[in-house]
């Protein structure tokens, strides 16, 4: 498992556009990686296969939450 992102760090990236958004303070977001090896491969696969194939009907959730994440980058109103 190399570089990706949980559940948990897609509802972190929510609430951080949505709060940027609406926060006077804010004038712009930067939205990057740290570290060495900063590329995101996708999503966690062990959490998928783990958790998400015993639970299929939150699977669907969860692809709601990802698209919310998407729509949260795409919708901020700062640059």
């Known amino acids: 498992q190399y570089n990706f992102y949980t559940t948990e760090m897609v509802k972190g ?5 949505e ?4 926060d006077r303070e804010v004038v712009g977001v930067v939205f990057t990686g740290t ?5 995101c491969t996708g999503g ?5 296969s783990e958790y998400y194939s015993k639970r299929p009907e ?4 969860y692809m709601e939450l990802f698209n919310n994440m998407v729509d949260s980058i795409l919708m901020c109103k700062k640059p």
Do not use: R
Request: proline fraction near 4%; hydrophobic fraction near 25%.
């Open 13 to 17: 990236v929510i609430a951080g556009f």
């Open 19 to 22: 709060n940027s958004s609406t």
């Open 35 to 39: 570290g060495p090896n900063a590329f």
């Open 44 to 48: 966690n696969t062990k959490e998928y």
């Open 58 to 61: 939150e699977y669907g959730s």
